[in-house]
């Protein structure tokens, strides 16, 4: 139905910037019916935990551990959702996967992780 790929990881040093694209293809109704989209992170031995969240109305939330440094975006006419990290801290060293959800018919889809390393 709905598939999520996840770009923009890489290496980058503390303070340095980096811009997650999470791009939804498939059945375009199921796409647009999309509640809201996700970004979540697991970092090596740890609980995969949320980052931020953005409704298909253009709400966003964050974590308290990103605020003021990361910002969700969407652009509805190219299917993607962006996670913009700014100031970057090794503790933001982690696999950040996208993530999808659609309450009725429940349908959840996830993607398959970008690795972003924080370098002090």
């Known amino acids: 139905q709905v598939q999520l790929v996840e770009s923009g990881g890489g290496l980058v040093q503390a303070g340095g910037s980096l811009r997650l694209s999470c791009t939804a293809s498939?059945?375009?109704?199921?796409?647009?019916?999309?509640?809201?989209y996700r970004w979540y992170r697991q970092a090596p031995g740890k609980q995969r935990e949320v980052v931020a969240t953005?409704?298909?109305?253009?709400?966003?939330t964050y974590q308290d551990f990103v605020k003021g440094r990361f910002t969700i975006s969407r652009d509805n006419a190219k299917n993607t959702v962006y996670l913009q990290m700014n100031n970057l801290r090794p503790e933001d060293t982690a696999v950040y996967y996208c993530?999808?959800?659609?309450?009725?018919?429940?349908?959840?889809?996830w993607g398959q992780g970008t690795l972003v390393t924080v370098s002090s």
């Open positions: 993530n999808a959800n659609r309450v009725g018919p429940y349908l959840e889809v």
């Open positions: 498939g059945n375009i109704f199921t796409i647009n019916a999309m509640g809201w």
């Open positions: 953005i409704t298909r109305g253009g709400m966003t």
